[in-house]
């Protein structure tokens, strides 16, 4: 019997297209709100603009290399108490970039960060007697030191009477001499890199009170030994306290254990999102939890690559007009870093002034830290980051108190309002730019799976020229345990991006088209 052809009209018809919803983003897809650059007031914004002109850097990278010098310098010259129930705070700051490798974070700290350099080695030459001679006391002090406890050892090890009264007569010079050890000579050496916090902690105690970490290659520290499992709650316990001046145990079994006071550290520091998202996967309870990312002023910028295109003019050498501003600034460095030295050649900066805040200034900052506050609420802009959101205020004083400090303000004046005014939009700033890192970079763990997976299916599906992948290979290539695989596969679904079908007995994944065309 002949099939009607009617039915074989029927089956020669096509299955529709499935039809895709819209895809939904995984992250909080935002742009950085622009820089802003006249916030920063004086020779520091004006040498900012200047490297920003040369460089070609995101305004960010330039600005937060000039604070986080700025604040190396500052921070052993005064203290800031915007509230009477807080302790001072130290004129301390941790900045953070993060961009892909070649938005020329290096080339900006260079010409900020050379002239602490400079100034340290310039100081080291100038006390190099003062340290040879205290070498040399030191080794007299040490001899006579060992040569009593022998007397008394000694003495003591005869028992009679007058070897009894010798003991005792040694014993009392040995008294004296402990009170009169020769006064170290400390030679300011406070920049740092590569380095762990323990480290840190040692040249604090034992070289200058005063460092500042600064790199453009942070994979060293968020990456790093001090970072391990094993390590990192005690050694991000450590940083918090080097940012509030606190007092930092080193406790060691093989060698002596010591306690830092009166220390202060500034950060500023330079990571690519692929570390840092690594860093935060691995580690980001923990560091959150702790305070630590709290600390810092974040910077997520747009990269200028791409646009960074010079005039022939630009291209030759630079003439002493085209960084003036810079030498300003530098000028200005130098006479804060003689400041730090007077006030910390003891070892220790214990005693420093407290700046104070005018009315209008207080009032400036009571505003912002309420306005922060209720951001803080539930449905708020700061919702998600409560504990970034909590040390704002914060930030905004000591930047205040840098601003003060570097263009003019003695440490006796008051800090007048638009100071204030100026710190706390550059404070808000960063805390928006928070607030789209850990809405981007730095997600929670489950959703980290999901972005990983995601990546990884389109751009297979893009080597392979096709539109799906088999499960088992999707799962055998990426998170490969089942119930992360299908947590994972479950948060793309709800989000358009992917469907799970089968082809025959095959089970397949298949990419939502439009995001296959939004990568090609």
């Known amino acids: 019997m002949a099939v009607p052809a009617k039915i074989l009209q029927m089956a020669t018809i096509e299955k529709p297209a499935y039809q895709w919803d819209t895809p939904e983003p995984l992250t909080q897809q935002t742009s950085a709100a622009p820089y802003p650059l006249d916030a920063l007031p004086g020779i520091i914004g004006d040498a900012v603009r200047e490297v920003v002109q040369i460089v070609k850097c995101p305004a960010a990278i330039a600005a937060n290399s000039a604070l986080s010098v700025l604040a190396t310098a500052c921070q052993g010259v005064a203290n800031i108490q915007p509230h009477s129930s807080l302790r001072p705070s130290p004129l301390s700051l941790y900045t953070l970039v993060i961009g892909e490798s070649g938005e020329r974070k290096t080339s900006a700290d260079n010409f900020f960060a050379r002239v602490l350099n400079r100034w340290c080695e310039a100081k080291a030459q100038e006390l190099d007697p003062d340290l040879k001679k205290y070498k040399a006391e030191l080794s007299r002090w040490n001899a006579q030191k060992r040569g009593l406890e022998k007397a008394i050892e000694s003495a003591t090890s005869k028992g009679d009477p007058a070897s009894l009264q010798k003991a005792q007569e040694a014993g009392e010079k040995l008294i004296l001499l402990e009170q009169n050890e020769p006064a170290r000579v400390y030679t300011p050496d406070m920049v740092m890199e590569d380095t762990t916090p323990e480290s840190i902690a040692y040249d604090l105690m034992h070289k200058w009170a005063s460092a500042g970490i600064l790199t453009s290659e942070a994979g060293s520290v968020f990456g790093g030994h001090g970072m391990k499992s094993d390590n990192i709650a005690k050694n991000l316990a450590t940083l918090n306290k080097a940012w509030e001046s606190g007092s930092m145990k080193i406790s060691r079994r093989s060698t002596d254990s010591f306690t830092v006071t009166g220390a202060r550290v500034s950060m500023g520091l330079a990571v690519q999102p692929a570390i840092i998202r690594q860093y935060y996967e691995q580690n980001g309870d923990t560091a959150r939890g702790s305070g630590f990312f709290a600390r810092f002023l974040l910077a997520y910028p747009e990269s200028t690559i791409g646009n960074r295109f010079l005039t022939v003019e630009e291209a030759r050498p630079n003439s002493e007009a085209s960084t003036g501003k810079l030498k300003l600034f530098n000028d200005k460095l130098h006479t804060v870093l003689e400041q730090q030295y007077t006030n910390g050649k003891g070892g220790k900066f214990d005693n420093l002034p407290t700046l104070q805040l005018s009315d209008n200034a207080l009032t400036h900052w009571v505003n912002y830290h309420n306005s922060v506050e209720t951001e803080m609420k539930t449905g708020g802009d700061m919702e998600d980051t409560r504990d970034i959101a909590s040390k704002s205020a914060d930030n905004a004083a000591r930047l205040a108190g840098l601003f003060h400090l570097f263009n003019g303000g003695d ?68 998170l490969r345990k089942a119930d992360k695989f299908n947590k994972a596969l479950d948060t793309l679904e709800r989000s358009n991006r992917i469907r799970q079908i089968k082809e025959g007995k095959t089970a397949v994944i298949e990419v939502n088209p439009a995001l296959l065309k939004e990568v090609k």
């Open 411 to 478: 440490v006796l004046d008051v800090i007048n309002g638009e100071t204030m005014q100026a710190a706390c939009r550059l404070a808000a700033w960063h805390l928006y730019e928070a607030r789209r890192f850990f809405g981007e970079v730095a997600l929670p763990k489950d959703d980290l799976d999901a972005v990983k997976l995601d990546s990884w299916l389109i751009d297979e599906c893009k080597a392979s020229d096709k539109t799906s992948v088999e499960r088992n290979r999707a799962m055998r290539y990426t």
